[in-house]
Nanobody
Framework: VQLQASGGGLAQAGGSMRLSCAAS????????MGWYRQAPGKQRELVAQ???????NYEDSVKGRFTISRDNTKNTVDLRMNNLKPEDTAVYYC??????????WGPGTQVTVSS
């Protein structure tokens, strides 16, 4: 599965942003999918995931602010981010959960939140 994340940019604290991930390949609908992020100097972390059946789970720091959704007819998975905080600044990636090998990671999309 090839993955392409988009929608990042610059936002002010308290603002909103929507990320989108387009996936190629016929197996998308059977994969659990997630949004990951990597801040400078930190390890990549999984912040939101959606199962193949639509169930969702979130990392504690984004609960109530981020919403993940998927459209299996379009092979897309989105991340809606509200009430953004400077600590949300990171490169955001989409990938399966668990993630694929190193070649499965796309370039990600940069999200920068200013205070």
């Amino acid at each position: 599965v090839q993955l392409q994340a988009s929608g990042g940019g610059l936002a002010q604290a308290g603002g909103s942003m929507r990320l989108s991930c387009a996936a190629s390949g016929s197996i998308f609908s059977i994969l659990n999918m997630g949004w990951y992020r990597q801040a400078p100097g930190k390890q990549r972390e999984l912040v939101a995931q959606v199962s193949r059946f639509g169930g969702t789970n979130y990392e504690d720091s984004v609960k109530g602010r981020f919403t993940i959704s998927r459209d299996n007819t379009k092979n897309t998975v989105d991340l809606r981010m509200n009430n953004l905080k400077p600590e949300d600044t990171a490169v955001y990636y989409c990938n399966s959960v668990p993630s694929g090998d190193s070649s499965s990671w796309g370039p990600g999309t940069q999200v920068t939140v200013s205070s």
